[in-house]
């Protein structure tokens, strides 16, 4: 019998996200700024890849070596995002932004879009691989310009 006086109570596991809330709520942490809650949704076998022309390129393992790219890429740039969109597709997602990267040493940016594709293993971000539009327009924002 159901009292209307008295809330329901709901016990038992939390229903599981599906992956694209996965990623959604990843990008939430990372709006956020919150590193505790961002590691706690990647999968011990983290893995993210950038390109490898980029100064933070290449393959990092884990929470630490996402944060260590991280930081070198800020050493470089600072950057703007736009809000994402997300689309889940079989067994990975797709997360596209728009994304301004300011240069710090030259002021120069390059607007481009940036797609992720993301994998999710047990609820929990395994891999992301990012394809940026135009990596050369990005680089070039480092080089000092020619009057």
Same mark, same amino acid.
Request: glycine letters at 8%; zero cysteines.
């Given at each position: ?11 038992? =596991?939390?229903?599981? &996200?599906?992956?694209?809330?996965? +990623?959604? %709520?990843?990008?939430?942490? *990372?709006?956020? !700024?919150?590193?505790? =809650?961002?590691?706690? &949704?990647?999968?011990?076998?983290? +893995?993210? %890849?950038?390109?490898?022309? *980029?100064?933070? !390129? ?90």
């Amino acid at each position: 019998m159901i009292d209307a006086g008295h809330p329901t109570v709901v016990t038992g =596991a939390p229903t599981p &996200l599906s992956d694209e809330e996965v +990623v959604r %709520e990843l990008h939430r942490r *990372f709006q956020a !700024g919150d590193p505790d =809650a961002i590691a706690a &949704l990647l999968h011990p076998d983290f +893995v993210i %890849e950038q390109p490898a022309s *980029f100064p933070h !390129g290449g393959r990092h393992d884990g929470f630490d070596g996402m944060r260590a790219m991280g930081a070198t890429f800020a050493e470089h740039w600072d950057r703007t995002i736009s809000p994402p969109l997300i689309v889940a597709s079989g067994d990975v997602v797709v997360q596209v932004t728009t994304q301004t990267w300011t240069a710090r040493s030259t002021g120069r940016s390059a607007t481009i879009d940036v797609v992720e594709l993301i994998s999710i293993v047990d609820g929990r971000v395994a891999e992301i691989r990012v394809f940026q539009q135009d990596t050369h327009a990005l680089l070039a924002t480092l080089e000092p310009s020619e009057l």
